[in-house]
């Protein structure tokens, strides 16, 4: 499905900027920032078709070795629950209340029972492995070779990168930061906040 995503949302940027809607900066979230490389001018096409499908293929070794969930609370909120769940970490931070978590199956579906037990909305995410988890370690060899001839590009778009929460350097995307972007936590909350201070008030979401 991870390809399927990519080409839908490199596609709909294409449509809004023939539509005369051209980006001042980006943010990709998770895997949506193989996109937005694209469309900053980054990654060539074919980079990034690359550099998507065959991370999808490495994460097939993953399969049901793990999940996610979504859960309404702040990420220092989530932090301190987590110690009762082994194995279980912030994956993605989407907001100042809502966060993504990953790791085994059973402690995160505890996770989720315990919160709403406690009244907090939370639920699970229908994925069988778990993304921006050590359980990405695994694969981190074979994507780090896979990926190896992905060659980044100055650009013609500012990237506000979600791994680091900051402004990206375009040389830096290369096999590790893609690497990376899989297995640390996804910085979408501050990545927005840096856009929005850099003077960005208008933000429209390109996906399926």
Known sequence: VQPVLW?????????????????????????????????????????????????SRALTVLRGTGTMASVDLSAEAVAERLPAFPGVGVAAVNGPSTVVVSGPPRPVADLVEACQAD??????????????SAAVQDVAEQLRADLAGVSPQAGHTRLVSTLTGDWVDP??????????????????????????EAGHTTFVEISP
């Open 7 to 55: 080409a839908v949302g490199v596609a709909l940027a294409a449509v809004w900027q023939h539509a005369g809607v051209t980006p001042a900066a980006v943010v990709g979230h998770s895997q949506g920032e193989i996109g937005a490389a694209c469309v900053a001018g980054i990654l060539s096409l074919e980079d990034a078709a690359k550099a998507v499908a065959l991370r």
């Open 171 to 196: 040389a830096s995307m290369t096999a590790d930061y893609w690497y990376d972007n899989l297995r640390q936590t996804v910085q979408f909350e501050a990545a927005v906040r840096v856009a929005v």
């Open 119 to 132: 009244g907090v909305r939370a639920r699970l995410i229908p994925v069988d492995y778990a993304s921006h």
